[in-house]
């Protein structure tokens, strides 16, 4: 039962610490769409889109007056668009991005995600003709977000998808080069892609999932940062103990908005993913929680551990308040759209290197890094599968979303605007990695995937 000081502090925390829902994402099957005839196929994709969705923003908006609570965010996912493409081989692909385009439009959703493949263990029909078609998809579309899985602890990585994707980041870059290479800002690659994660870019709906369905994603570093200064001498565990009392806490909002919706629009409520996302706005920064535990700046000695334990705390907070939790549920460090990890790459102490030891340990990985507009796919690629190797040797969710920064240079800033923020263009390791990339093959499943 809630009490007047609940109501109170919820209020506070909405009006002083940035604390919101970050999205409403309704996941759509699109299996019933298969069609041979690519021109059937997209409508009947923008028809059921359309129709399931019909409300979603309506339902939204209508839920932020009720409680008072914002919701940056009404997004759709759907079924791996790849599945779909297998059915028409002779078609362009980017039919069904622009068709996903207008079905965004049409129900006026922020992002919509599900230009996806998934090849961790190898090519099926219409895996290679989507992926070679996201750059265009991407130029061509400003609401339509791609992802692909390249590995997993079950398969090992896909090393021929990987240097595929150095590939086509570098070309999703150079396309829009002209948009601040804004394409592959909207591309995730990953290793162990969830099939219920609402974050974009790298939401899609999975095949193992209901037809129709409702997550949130929840936010508050804000929050998280404001309850740990209110105790300056506390220890470490004590520090953990406030954290998961207050992701208790912002995760029931998450909980309420969630079944709230569910009902709303008669489709079944999925989950609430526990994901601290920050955003450029001041004091909305995981960077500022590590750096309210007591470190001078974000990626000095000791930001992994710190990371480790919040991301930790996180998580048991959140499983206490709520029995739909799923998605990827820790905390993200997104580079562009934290302010805190923006000045901390841009005084040095923040490195692509670093940030690769801090993903051991958190929610996602490498996420909106810009780098030199001269860096090679091999080089990409190689980032990916180090990335990759992190996720399925941890048995955790891995992702890379690299902006190579197309006639920019170290020290040069590229301006996303919005929830992507700005990134600097932060240096990397020049040494080749081609020759490994160039052998293809898949790197197997470590010992420990064999569970049975």
């Given at each position: 039962?809630?009490?007047?000081?609940?109501?109170?502090?919820?209020?506070?925390?909405?009006?002083?610490?940035?604390?919101?829902?970050?999205?409403?994402?309704?996941?759509?099957?699109?299996?019933?769409?298969?069609?041979?005839?690519?021109?059937?196929?997209?409508?009947?994709?923008?028809?059921?889109?359309?129709?399931?969705?019909?409300?979603?923003?309506?339902?939204?908006e209508?839920?932020?007056?009720?409680?008072?609570?914002?919701?940056?965010?009404?997004?759709?996912?759907?079924?791996?668009?790849?599945?779909?493409?297998?059915?028409?081989?002779?078609?362009?692909?980017?039919?069904?991005?622009?068709?996903?385009?207008?079905?965004?439009d049409?129900?006026?959703?922020?992002?919509?995600?599900?230009?996806?493949a998934?090849?961790?263990?190898?090519?099926?029909?219409?895996?290679?003709?989507?992926?070679?078609?996201?750059?265009?998809?991407?130029?061509?579309?400003?609401?339509?977000?791609?992802?692909?899985?390249?590995?997993?602890?079950?398969?090992?990585?896909?090393?021929?998808?990987?240097?595929i994707?150095?590939?086509?980041?570098?070309?999703?870059?150079?396309?829009?080069?002209?948009?601040?290479?804004?394409?592959?800002?909207?591309?995730?690659?990953?290793?162990?892609?969830?099939?219920?994660?609402p974050?974009?870019?790298?939401?899609?709906?999975?095949?193992?999932?209901?037809?129709?369905?409702?997550h949130?994603?929840?936010?508050?570093?804000?929050?998280?940062?404001?309850?740990?200064?209110?105790?300056?001498?506390?220890?470490?565990?004590?520090?953990?103990?406030?954290?998961?009392k207050?992701?208790?806490?912002?995760?029931?909002?998450?909980?309420?908005?969630?079944?709230r919706?569910s009902?709303?629009?008669?489709?079944?409520?999925?989950?609430?993913?526990l994901?601290?996302?920050?955003?450029?706005?001041?004091?909305?920064?995981?960077?500022?929680?590590?750096?309210?535990?007591g470190?001078?700046?974000?990626?000095?000695?000791?930001?992994?551990?710190?990371?480790?334990?919040?991301?930790?705390?996180v998580?048991?907070?959140?499983?206490?308040?709520?029995?739909?939790?799923?998605?990827?549920?820790?905390?993200?460090?997104?580079?562009?759209?934290d302010?805190?990890?923006?000045?901390?790459?841009?005084?040095?102490?923040?490195?692509?290197?670093?940030?690769?030891?801090?993903?051991?340990?958190?929610?996602?990985?490498?996420?909106?890094?810009?780098?030199?507009?001269?860096?090679?796919?091999?080089?990409?690629?190689?980032?990916?599968?180090?990335?990759?190797?992190?996720?399925?040797?941890?048995?955790?969710?891995?992702?890379?979303?690299?902006?190579?920064?197309?006639?920019?240079?170290?020290?040069?800033?590229?301006?996303?605007?919005?929830?992507?923020?700005?990134?600097?263009?932060?240096?990397?390791?020049?040494?080749?990695?081609?020759?490994?990339i160039?052998?293809?093959?898949?790197?197997?499943?470590?010992?420990?995937?064999?569970k049975?």
């Amino acid at each position: 039962m809630l009490n007047s000081f609940d109501i109170l502090e919820t209020i506070r925390m909405i009006q002083d610490e940035c604390l919101d829902i970050r999205t409403i994402t309704m996941g759509i099957s699109l299996l019933d769409c298969i069609d041979p005839d690519i021109d059937k196929a997209c409508e009947k994709v923008y028809n059921k889109i359309t129709s399931k969705a019909a409300h979603l923003v309506e339902v939204g908006e209508q839920i932020e007056k009720e409680y008072g609570i914002p919701i940056v965010n009404k997004r759709i996912s759907v079924t791996p668009i790849a599945m779909l493409a297998a059915a028409c081989p002779n078609d362009n692909p980017v039919k069904f991005a622009l068709t996903l385009q207008r079905a965004a439009d049409t129900c006026r959703v922020n992002f919509l995600g599900g230009y996806s493949a998934l090849v961790h263990k190898g090519f099926s029909a219409g895996d290679l003709a989507l992926i070679k078609s996201i750059p265009e998809a991407l130029s061509v579309t400003q609401n339509v977000c791609s992802s692909v899985n390249i590995g997993s602890t079950r398969s090992g990585i896909n090393m021929d998808a990987a240097k595929i994707m150095g590939e086509v980041v570098l070309e999703s870059a150079r396309i829009t080069a002209d948009r601040q290479c804004i394409g592959p800002a909207k591309l995730v690659v990953f290793c162990n892609a969830v099939e219920d994660n609402p974050f974009m870019a790298g939401a899609f709906h999975g095949v193992g999932e209901p037809d129709c369905e409702i997550h949130v994603g929840v936010s508050g570093p804000g929050v998280a940062r404001a309850a740990i200064t209110k105790y300056p001498d506390a220890t470490i565990d004590e520090l953990a103990d406030v954290i998961k009392k207050t992701a208790f806490k912002i995760t029931r909002m998450g909980q309420l908005v969630g079944s709230r919706a569910s009902k709303m629009l008669g489709v079944p409520f999925g989950i609430v993913d526990l994901s601290l996302a920050p955003t450029p706005a001041v004091g909305d920064s995981v960077a500022h929680i590590l750096e309210g535990m007591g470190l001078e700046q974000c990626g000095t000695h000791g930001t992994t551990a710190c990371l480790a334990m919040l991301n930790d705390a996180v998580k048991k907070g959140g499983v206490m308040a709520s029995s739909n939790v799923g998605g990827l549920s820790g905390a993200f460090i997104p580079v562009s759209e934290d302010q805190g990890m923006i000045d901390a790459a841009k005084a040095g102490t923040l490195t692509l290197e670093k940030l690769e030891a801090m993903t051991a340990v958190c929610s996602v990985g490498l996420d909106m890094i810009v780098v030199p507009g001269d860096i090679t796919p091999e080089t990409i690629s190689a980032i990916i599968a180090d990335e990759a190797a992190i996720g399925m040797v941890n048995n955790k969710t891995t992702a890379v979303r690299l902006i190579p920064a197309i006639g920019f240079q170290q020290g040069d800033t590229l301006e996303f605007g919005g929830l992507l923020g700005s990134g600097p263009v932060m240096p990397i390791n020049r040494k080749s990695a081609a020759k490994f990339i160039s052998r293809g093959g898949r790197i197997p499943a470590p010992m420990h995937s064999i569970k049975n």
